[in-house]
């Protein structure tokens, strides 16, 4: 390290772009022939790229950590309370449950003729859309019977009966970005993507959300399924995550 | 011309490493990451020493990548690669004075292994890593140096991608990143 070898802002940028081999051939010939002639240059390239690489092996390492859970599934608090919710579906009399089925294989088939025919960005958001599954546990004390009582409603899909519930708890817990994302998220999955944009673009501008990336990817889906195919790219490329990665990639082709 | 092929492969893994292409190293993260959980777990370690030995092992890995210190010669190269550092790492540990003093183990134990079949590759170099200076660091930075840092040279973000995401313009953007460098090379090296 060479902490007397201050780096100017124009110094930073060639260093990086010669490191990324983004630079002009004449400019690679000048830098190199710095590189073999100016002993303080090349310890400052050094030193810069040392610098990067940490910073990628760091960014690199916090990844990890969620590499690392992704392979092997929590099973814990998140998975007994959604088999609890799968309780009140179990009492349905089966006959209805029939209806349901046949009903819901009609809606199936219909709207597999209707894809042939829609838009691809209606296309790519009826395959890429699935709710989020519920986040029933993290809520503080106080207000938790009601966030989660809407959850379960959430998490058997009567999305506007868990809307209804938690736009009762808004005007009380107004920071709070846990209500606010699911608020989005159930608008979208009940179909209102212009109210779910409503709720996700607000989050988005609050720095400090901890669903950031799920944040920007449902904001992107929403965006999709309103047609906004530049929006929606702006936000999913922002999300990282690896389904927004996947549907970008099949937008971009 | 099978082996010419698996080589390609293993070069173009490489280069997805070098691109830090997150799919592939999520992909490499876990599917290797069993066989020296089960090394370590036989060998006297805990499921948490698992983790962090191999977690310090893929870092390791990715560095010499970046560093171009890993050329393939197999069609398993890189993942015998990975599982060696992470061994090392680990009969390190064991033989160390900081582990000798919480157990009654032995001079002269031996590590089991079942593996016999594995590449040796030339680990010499691993233990010097000036970067980790800088890992530890950046470490150290505000969240918001941390995450534009991050989205800029790890996610290769343009300037512009990330001006419209943090809501600033692209000017600020170049010169927050700046400043961020500045920071942590103050943090590095203080003067």
């Given at each position: 390290m060479n902490p007397d070898n201050n780096i100017t802002q124009e110094q930073l940028e060639q260093i990086e772009r010669y490191l990324q081999d983004t630079m002009p051939d004449e400019q690679r010939r000048q830098f190199e022939h710095q590189l073999q002639s100016d002993k303080d240059f090349r310890l400052l390239v050094e030193d810069v790229k040392v610098m990067l690489l940490g910073v990628e092996s760091a960014s690199l390492k916090s990844n990890l950590e969620q590499f690392h859970d992704e392979m092997v599934p929590v099973r814990t608090l998140n998975e007994s309370e959604s088999s609890k919710t799968d309780i009140p579906t179990k009492k349905t009399p089966p006959k209805i449950l029939k209806y349901l089925t046949a009903a819901a294989i009609v809606i199936f088939i219909g709207a597999f003729w209707l894809e042939s025919r829609s838009s691809t960005t209606d296309r790519l958001y009826a395959k890429h859309?699935?709710?989020?599954?519920?986040?029933?546990?993290t809520m503080g004390a106080t207000q938790n019977f009601k966030f989660y009582d809407a959850m379960v409603n959430y998490k058997q899909g009567e999305y506007e009966i868990a809307i209804s519930k938690w736009e009762t708890l808004l005007s009380s817990e107004q920071k709070n970005d846990t209500l606010h994302y699911f608020m989005g998220v159930a608008h979208l999955a009940d179909g209102n993507e212009k109210k779910a944009i409503d709720y996700l673009q607000k989050l988005t501008e609050n720095?400090?959300?901890?669903f950031k990336k799920e944040t920007a990817y449902y904001l992107g889906l929403a965006y999709l399924k309103a047609d906004n195919v530049e929006d929606a790219k702006k936000y999913l490329t922002f999300s990282e995550t690896e389904s927004a990665q996947q549907l970008l990639s099949e937008l971009n082709d | 011309m099978r082996e010419t092929k698996q080589i390609e492969d293993q070069l173009t893994v490489i280069s997805a490493i070098k691109a830090n292409d997150n799919l592939v190293l999520k992909k490499l993260y876990q599917d290797n990451y069993k066989k020296v959980e089960v090394f370590i777990l036989k060998n006297n370690g805990s499921m948490p020493q698992a983790k962090d030995t191999y977690q310090e092992a893929f870092i390791a890995m990715y560095q010499n990548i970046k560093a171009n210190k890993f050329t393939p010669t197999n069609e398993s190269a890189l993942q015998g690669y990975l599982y060696q550092i992470a061994k090392n790492k680990w009969t390190d540990f064991l033989r160390s004075s900081r582990y000798k003093k919480t157990s009654q183990m032995a001079d002269g134990f031996l590590i089991k292994?079942?593996?016999?079949?594995m590449t040796e590759?030339?680990?010499?170099?691993?233990?010097?890593?000036?970067q980790n200076l800088a890992m530890e660091a950046f470490n150290h930075l505000g969240s918001e140096c941390k995450k534009l840092l991050e989205v800029f040279?790890?996610?290769?973000?343009t300037l512009r991608e990330i001006a419209l995401v943090f809501d600033i313009g692209e000017a600020s953007a170049r010169n927050k990143k700046y400043r961020c460098i500045q920071k942590l090379r103050n943090l590095v090296s203080p003067n």
């Amino acid at each position: 390290m060479n902490p007397d070898n201050n780096i100017t802002q124009e110094q930073l940028e060639q260093i990086e772009r010669y490191l990324q081999d983004t630079m002009p051939d004449e400019q690679r010939r000048q830098f190199e022939h710095q590189l073999q002639s100016d002993k303080d240059f090349r310890l400052l390239v050094e030193d810069v790229k040392v610098m990067l690489l940490g910073v990628e092996s760091a960014s690199l390492k916090s990844n990890l950590e969620q590499f690392h859970d992704e392979m092997v599934p929590v099973r814990t608090l998140n998975e007994s309370e959604s088999s609890k919710t799968d309780i009140p579906t179990k009492k349905t009399p089966p006959k209805i449950l029939k209806y349901l089925t046949a009903a819901a294989i009609v809606i199936f088939i219909g709207a597999f003729w209707l894809e042939s025919r829609s838009s691809t960005t209606d296309r790519l958001y009826a395959k890429h859309f699935k709710p989020d599954p519920g986040l029933p546990t993290t809520m503080g004390a106080t207000q938790n019977f009601k966030f989660y009582d809407a959850m379960v409603n959430y998490k058997q899909g009567e999305y506007e009966i868990a809307i209804s519930k938690w736009e009762t708890l808004l005007s009380s817990e107004q920071k709070n970005d846990t209500l606010h994302y699911f608020m989005g998220v159930a608008h979208l999955a009940d179909g209102n993507e212009k109210k779910a944009i409503d709720y996700l673009q607000k989050l988005t501008e609050n720095g400090s959300n901890s669903f950031k990336k799920e944040t920007a990817y449902y904001l992107g889906l929403a965006y999709l399924k309103a047609d906004n195919v530049e929006d929606a790219k702006k936000y999913l490329t922002f999300s990282e995550t690896e389904s927004a990665q996947q549907l970008l990639s099949e937008l971009n082709d | 011309m099978r082996e010419t092929k698996q080589i390609e492969d293993q070069l173009t893994v490489i280069s997805a490493i070098k691109a830090n292409d997150n799919l592939v190293l999520k992909k490499l993260y876990q599917d290797n990451y069993k066989k020296v959980e089960v090394f370590i777990l036989k060998n006297n370690g805990s499921m948490p020493q698992a983790k962090d030995t191999y977690q310090e092992a893929f870092i390791a890995m990715y560095q010499n990548i970046k560093a171009n210190k890993f050329t393939p010669t197999n069609e398993s190269a890189l993942q015998g690669y990975l599982y060696q550092i992470a061994k090392n790492k680990w009969t390190d540990f064991l033989r160390s004075s900081r582990y000798k003093k919480t157990s009654q183990m032995a001079d002269g134990f031996l590590i089991k292994d079942e593996d016999t079949h594995m590449t040796e590759f030339d680990l010499s170099e691993e233990e010097y890593n000036p970067q980790n200076l800088a890992m530890e660091a950046f470490n150290h930075l505000g969240s918001e140096c941390k995450k534009l840092l991050e989205v800029f040279y790890f996610q290769k973000k343009t300037l512009r991608e990330i001006a419209l995401v943090f809501d600033i313009g692209e000017a600020s953007a170049r010169n927050k990143k700046y400043r961020c460098i500045q920071k942590l090379r103050n943090l590095v090296s203080p003067n």
